[in-house]
């Protein structure tokens, strides 16, 4: 559990009341002018939010931010999954700082490379070799193009229940945001269905010895059914395809040899990120030394260009992750996230009967990995309420578009929450049974995959 140095000591959750959002307005005109979109990732961006809500978020401690006006809020879901132990947390941050001062980047290798490639092949089973490079489109799109390289084939299939694989055009082309990729490539992009083993073997048969990889999560916020996983590698062995996981998420959460070891199914190779450098800017791909090595010099085949990236190996990142893998191994950092995910679900469930919200606000996924579904009067998946359970929430001191818990998340933190849950539950239900117009302010939130702003 984090010491009182970890994580940030918060006053109580603000009543609900209107909060000054006011330097926070006069900057977006600037971050708009400057910068597509206002951010440099779409699910932070200004459609993903409340009208009345932080622009800008300036500093944070353990679960705890503040934004430019001085707001102070708990915050959920904290860098997308990526800070999993908390903000600031001070053992990586001086892991981080000591190699600073040691250099960051030089012209061959630094040791701590291999250090951390030892240190990593030790928690994930089955893998024999690792490429580290800065964020996970680097890593699923490298597993794609040696797929490509060791079977000699062109198609992918990805798992189309789930969200987000890789920003380049293997992926983008089979999205609603696909303007400037071409058509040649969409093509190449095959989609199944999660959990519906037939329907990938219906894929094999349709494109027979032309698909080189199957690309998905192991487990989103379904989990799979009995012997599925299985059974897609076994597919995968049989029509001489490999299996890629992505484990970006699922990884350093589910346990912290990812889902493959949660589940028992080792895939061919996997793809890691986000939460295993708490922040810092790190992913790796991991596989199978006859796969991985196609792209090293000690094979008499083509070469191929894995991933040979300026910044993939600098040590600062390198140091925070072997420092956020000592920190898991040592405090049960897993263990935590789902004990306090479990509590928080609880604490949610509860308010859900008390307002009479079943069938109309649901959790869903792992404890370790809480996200909430809104549904409107009709029972149809609504982004109105979605926003309005999230305008009331801010007005609470919760920042929340996930309840994705993090090693800081203490019981006060969850305990309070809980209590802004509550509260928001009551407008949620007055919302229901008056009209939402009445409560929401402002504009609803909007999907990232949209073809049109």
């Known amino acids: 559990m984090p010491s009182s140095k970890d994580k940030a000591i918060a006053p109580a959750v603000s009543s609900a009341g209107s909060r000054d959002f006011s330097k926070s307005r006069l900057l977006k005109p600037k971050a708009h002018r400057l910068i597509p979109g206002g951010s440099h990732t779409y699910a932070k961006g200004d459609d993903q939010f409340p009208e009345q809500a932080p622009g800008f978020i300036v500093r944070g401690k353990g679960c705890h931010a503040w934004d430019l006006d001085g707001n102070e809020f708990i915050e959920y879901g904290m860098g997308l999954r990526a800070v999993t132990l908390g903000h600031a947390f001070e053992p990586i941050v001086d892991a981080a700082y000591q190699q600073m001062q040691l250099g960051t980047n030089f012209s061959r290798p630094a040791k701590i490379e291999v250090d951390l490639a030892e240190a990593f092949l030790e928690i994930i089973e089955g893998a024999d070799m690792v490429k580290f490079a800065k964020?996970?489109?680097?890593?699923?799109?490298?597993?794609?193009?040696?797929?490509?390289?060791?079977?000699?084939?062109?198609?992918?299939?990805?798992?189309?229940?789930?969200p987000f694989f890789s920003t380049d055009d293997w992926f983008i082309g089979s999205m609603e945001i696909n303007a400037g990729i071409p058509q040649a490539v969409i093509n190449m992009t095959l989609k199944f269905r999660y959990n519906d083993i037939e329907n990938l073997r219906e894929l094999f048969d349709q494109y027979p010895d032309q698909i080189s990889c199957v690309v998905m999560e192991a487990e989103a916020a379904t989990p799979p059914a009995p012997g599925y996983l299985k059974a897609v590698k076994v597919l995968c062995e049989e029509r001489?395809?490999?299996l890629v996981f992505?484990?970006?998420?699922?990884?350093f959460r589910w346990h912290l040899g990812g889902a493959q070891k949660f589940h028992g199914v080792v895939p061919h190779m996997s793809a890691f990120g986000?939460?295993?450098?708490?922040g810092f800017a790190i992913s790796a791909l991991a596989g199978k030394r006859e796969i991985m090595r196609l792209g090293g010099l000690d094979h008499d085949r083509k070469r191929v260009f894995l991933l040979s990236t300026t910044h993939g190996a600098e040590t600062h990142a390198l140091a925070a992750s072997l420092e956020t893998i000592r920190v898991y191994r040592e405090r049960s950092v897993v263990e935590f996230l789902w004990k306090q995910g479990e509590r928080l679900r609880s604490l949610v469930n509860r308010s859900i009967t008390e307002n009479q919200l079943e069938g109309y606000f649901e959790l869903m996924g792992r404890p370790c990995n809480l996200v909430f579904r809104t549904l409107d009067q009709d029972h149809n998946p609504s982004q109105g309420f979605r926003t309005l359970f999230m305008q009331e929430l801010i007005r609470r001191g919760v920042i929340a578009p996930s309840f994705v818990v993090s090693f800081s998340h203490g019981d006060e933190d969850i305990e309070r929450t809980a209590e802004a849950v509550h509260e928001a539950h009551i407008i949620y239900r007055k919302a229901l049974d008056e009209g939402i117009e009445k409560y929401l302010?402002?504009?609803?939130?909007?999907?990232?995959?949209?073809?049109?702003?």
């Open 135 to 162: 964020n996970g489109s680097d890593a699923t799109t490298a597993a794609v193009k040696l797929a490509r390289a060791y079977t000699g084939r062109d198609l992918i299939a990805i798992c189309g229940d789930q």
């Open 240 to 242: 001489g395809a490999l």
């Open 246 to 251: 992505d484990e970006m998420i699922t990884g």
């Open 274 to 278: 986000k939460a295993m450098g708490n």
């Open 441 to 453: 302010e402002g504009r609803p939130v909007r999907p990232v995959n949209r073809r049109y702003s």
